[in-house]
């Protein structure tokens, strides 16, 4: 028996694949993990076994960087947020808050414009000049050295409406996913069975997290952000953080409000800090006993 490190790609039916270095092994987990309540993961980083009969083991899953429970994946790296320009117009309410939940959970948000030969790519990229976030203008001829750059060595996984172009993107990277290209995904097995379990495939030097039956990354009601530490969610803020004339400052509209000055002044964009504002009242309704 020899023991090898690696990441869990697949799960299903009890049986776990493992990527080590390019060569997946089938394993089965050990029974004290069900005994401890800890179910392996995609994406897990995790120590396994390897004998001649092929009965392999996982022995020790490493600690986690994030996790999320829709999809169920862990130590995701990035988030492509791919938003339009057209067709879906952009939806910048819905992107705040997916970039607020990868700041979160520790997830590096990047912005990847979609359709900019349909509309100007200007009316996104103006709102997220001043973030600190990545944006991309993605090429409609194929040129994606920035974005397969940001994705080498790393996991990824993409989100955005449908009909942004998540898949002919990921195609584009990728032309042996066929993503879409048929009623059925071959590669992905799409319509053959009912999982929703996430599953890793290897592109531009990384992994990319396919989502069966997720039309986008989701987070569930208790994986909302605590109204209190929102602000820190949205990195251009921070600066700002701590100067407020009261430290109970909600930054919606208190006096002496130094976020709210920023805003008034250009600093901050006025879009960001409005959807701001919405995700802090829906998150101030909510009770405890509904997120636990």
């Avoid at 900019?116 to 994606?144: C, F, H, Q, R, T």
């Avoid at 097995?189 to 997720?214: I, N, S």
């Avoid at 990195?235 to 006096?255: A, N, P, Q, W």
């Amino acid at each position: 028996m020899s023991e090898l490190q690696g990441t869990i790609i697949k799960g299903i039916g009890g049986f776990y694949y493992v990527d080590v270095a390019g060569t997946v092994y089938e394993c089965k987990a050990r029974g004290v993990f069900r005994k401890m309540r800890i179910t392996p993961l995609v994406g897990d980083f995790v120590t396994i076994t390897v004998s001649e009969n092929s009965n392999n083991t996982i022995e020790e899953i490493h600690s986690r960087k994030n996790f999320l429970n829709r999809p169920p994946v862990s130590n995701i790296d990035n988030l492509i947020i791919v938003i339009s320009t057209a067709e879906p117009k952009p939806n910048f309410l819905v992107a705040d808050r997916l970039i607020a939940n990868a700041e979160y959970k520790k997830i590096e948000p990047v912005i990847a414009i979609s359709k900019g030969d349909i509309s100007p790519a200007s009316a996104v990229k103006d709102v997220y000049a001043k973030s600190g976030i990545k944006v991309i203008s993605l090429d409609e001829n194929g040129s994606d050295g920035e974005l397969t750059a940001v994705m080498k060595g790393k996991t990824t996984a993409f989100t955005g409406n449908s009909g942004v172009g998540k898949s002919t993107l990921l195609n584009r990277l990728e032309p042996s996913l066929k993503l879409s290209t048929a009623p059925i995904s071959q590669k992905l097995g799409r319509g053959r069975h009912t999982t929703r379990q996430a599953e890793l495939f290897k592109v531009c030097g990384g992994f990319v997290v396919d989502t069966p039956g997720f039309s986008s990354l989701d987070f569930d009601k208790d994986e909302l952000i605590p109204k209190d530490e929102l602000a820190f969610c949205f990195r251009e803020f921070r600066e700002y953080l701590g100067y407020c004339k009261f430290s109970t400052c909600s930054h919606i509209g208190d006096k002496g409000c130094k976020i709210c000055e920023a805003v008034a002044k250009g600093e901050i964009n006025k879009t960001r800090h409005e959807n701001y504002v919405s995700l802090y009242k829906a998150a101030a309704e909510i009770n405890c006993w509904e997120t636990k």
